[in-house]
């Protein structure tokens, strides 16, 4: 599993584009699969019906990291309509 410092929320702010979103990744232990929520700061985002293995979930925080995002929560933080309690159970806390 991905080590869950690298799990949680990322925002990405570049005003001379009107560019403000965030991407959030989480891990599904019952799958045992990472999950993605994303879309423009102050709303839901969208859940994709895709799913990533380690691999591509890596792979995928570090283009994130690549393009300018930051991370500014950890797993704890409510995104949208999930809780912390949620995101705890699905980190193994």
């Keep these: 599993m991905i080590n869950k410092e690298y799990l949680g ?3 990405f702010t570049d005003w001379s584009v009107n560019s403000n979103k965030f991407w959030h ?3 599904d232990l019952n799958t045992s ?3 993605v929520t994303f879309g423009r700061k102050g709303t ?3 859940n994709p019906l895709n799913s990533y ?3 591509k979930a890596f792979s995928k925080i570090k283009e994130k990291i ?5 991370k500014v ?13 949620f995101i705890k159970k699905f980190c193994g806390e």
């Excluded at 690549?66 to 930051?70: D, I, S, T």
């Excluded at 929560?73 to 309690?85: L, V």
């Design 44 to 46: 839901r985002g969208q």
């Design 53 to 55: 293995n380690e691999k």
């Design 9 to 11: 929320r990322y925002e």
């Design 25 to 27: 990744i989480i891990y």
């Design 73 to 85: 929560g950890g797993y704890d933080e409510i995104i949208g309509r999930q809780s912390i309690d």
């Design 33 to 35: 699969t990472y999950l």
């Design 66 to 70: 690549r393009k300018g995002y930051k």
